[in-house]
């Protein structure tokens, strides 16, 4: 994968797996559908001044419908996708061609909703080898276009969305991804499912050995996988920043016809951008602080609370306590916990309050 998630699931992911067993991975399948869509976008942008450019971009975006319909057909052609649940799992592979989802609601199932973008005809006019090839994709890949939206948007303007999930899979995530009692912490969005709490999910190898993975909402409480950077319940506001920005990707081709009930039960029907600007509330609540002067990510801490030298210090810790938003791990992980200012910059150019009391 992308990111070394390494307890996300029941095995270590940076060892071979046993002879015969193999983990169709639906992150690590995403990931290179999100490389290729971004790849796609900025060699269309560069067609713009260089036509040399559009036979590169075609070429990503074969690879990306290529890759989601292998997406799609993986698993004895069911996919990863589990329609009873309404979410993406992995899959082990085992000697005897069967297979078994490792149904574990984590981040594995979200990463696939970042692998999306938006085609305007507008811009495609202007590229016609690319548009010409994207036609016949469209006229004689039936089954690869079905991983292409068309609507219409702004009168007759047409566009186009490249996304892994269809639109009724994406509502089912989402119901998922706003639920307090699943995802959607006061603080972002938690790695792992809050409902694996009281049902952590077993399962028994043929050797016997049974493997579990539980709700860990701050430091990891083995150091299997990667030692202390848990990805079991925590908040990561790496993965957190590309949902947010899927999400407004997301509004711009459905906007207002795709509303969500957002904190799922609230009776609060939000459009996609909303409920961007709401993941970047919570995340942003993480910092500032609150009527007694503790900021979440410090925890109890009394001298970060109280001592004027210290409570205007921020740590830009590795990841965040699923519940109560104490910062964990490294406290200096700058390299992405630092996306926290554009979450602050689109709170204020939204013009919205943050709720510093969860």
């Known amino acids: 994968t992308a990111l070394p998630i390494y307890n996300i699931g029941l095995f270590d992911r940076s060892k071979p797996m046993a002879p015969g067993f193999s983990l169709e991975q639906a992150d690590g399948t995403a990931w290179m559908c999100f490389y290729c869509v971004v790849m796609l976008d900025i060699a269309l942008e560069l067609a713009l001044e260089d036509p040399v450019y559009e036979d590169m971009a075609s070429k990503f975006f074969e690879h990306f ?10 698993a004895d ?20 061609g069967g297979h078994d989802p490792m149904k574990i609601r984590s981040m594995v199932g979200l990463i696939p909703l970042y692998a999306c973008l938006v085609l305007d005809d507008k811009k495609l006019q202007k590229l016609p080898d690319f548009t010409k090839r994207l036609k016949w994709f469209l006229q004689y890949k039936k089954g690869f276009a079905a991983h292409i939206t068309k609507g219409a948007l702004e009168g007759e303007e047409f ?57 860990t909402p701050g430091e990891s409480d083995t150091y299997l996988f ?5 990805w079991r319940g925590p908040i990561w506001l790496c993965v957190n920043y590309l949902l947010i920005e899927s999400l407004e990707r997301y509004h711009y081709f459905y906007g207002d016809s ?5 904190p799922k039960g609230s009776g609060c029907k939000m459009n996609l951008r909303e409920v961007a600007l709401e993941l970047c509330k919570r995340m942003s609540r993480l910092f500032l602080p609150g009527p007694d ?16 030298h210290w409570k205007d210090l921020v740590l830009f810790y590795e990841y965040f306590h699923g519940d109560t938003g104490r910062g964990c791990g490294a406290s200096h992980q700058t390299g992405w916990t630092a996306v926290i200012t554009r979450c602050l910059d689109r709170v204020a150019k939204g013009s919205v309050d943050v709720d510093l009391v969860p």
């Open 65 to 74: 419908v290529t890759i989601v319909d292998a997406m799609n057909q993986l």
């Open 258 to 262: 795709l509303k969500v009930e957002c």
């Open 226 to 230: 990667g030692g202390n950077s848990n």
């Open 159 to 215: 566009y186009h969305l490249l996304a892994i999930p269809t639109r009724p899979q994406l509502e089912r995530v989402l119901d998922y991804l706003v639920d307090e009692d699943e995802f959607l912490s006061p603080y972002g969005i938690r790695s792992l499912s809050k409902v694996h709490q009281d049902k952590p999910f077993m399962f028994r190898c043929g050797s016997g050995e049974e493997l579990g993975v539980r709700y």
């Open 293 to 308: 002067g503790k900021r979440p990510c410090h925890g109890e801490s009394e001298r970060y609370r109280d001592d004027p």
């Open 77 to 96: 052609g069911h996919g990863l996708w589990n329609d009873e649940d309404g979410f993406y799992y992995d899959h082990l592979r085992r000697p005897d």
